[in-house]
């Protein structure tokens, strides 16, 4: 076994309260989607400039994201029982 440092690595930025649920990359769209606790983020192609889009009805758990492939028009987020 070998451990290697990674020196210089360094946060990009933080979104909501946490913890990381789920991220998702839309790549029709050119955007990225982060589920933080119960919040919902996008994030443009530079990784700057979050925009709060949506809140969730729970703040833990494994969140599934999809999209229909229309350019992202139309894209849905799963927790248990929940869809929005």
Same mark, same amino acid.
């Given at each position: 076994?070998?451990?290697?440092?990674?020196?210089? &690595?360094?946060?990009?930025?933080?979104? $909501? =309260?946490?913890?990381?649920?789920?991220? @998702?990359? %839309?790549?029709?769209? *050119?955007?990225?989607?982060?589920?933080?606790?119960?919040?919902?983020?996008?994030?443009?192609?530079? &990784?700057?400039?979050?925009?709060?889009? $949506? =809140?969730?009805?729970?703040?833990?758990? @494994?969140? %599934?994201?999809?999209? *229909?492939?229309?350019?992202?028009?139309?894209?849905?987020?799963?927790?248990?029982?929940?869809?929005?």
């Amino acid at each position: 076994m070998t451990l290697i440092g990674t020196p210089g &690595l360094k946060p990009l930025l933080q979104l $909501g =309260t946490g913890p990381i649920r789920a991220v @998702y990359s %839309s790549s029709l769209a *050119n955007c990225v989607y982060v589920v933080s606790g119960y919040q919902i983020f996008k994030l443009d192609a530079t &990784l700057a400039n979050p925009v709060l889009v $949506g =809140t969730m009805l729970t703040n833990t758990g @494994y969140v %599934s994201i999809a999209d *229909n492939g229309n350019s992202g028009a139309n894209i849905i987020f799963v927790d248990g029982s929940y869809g929005y």
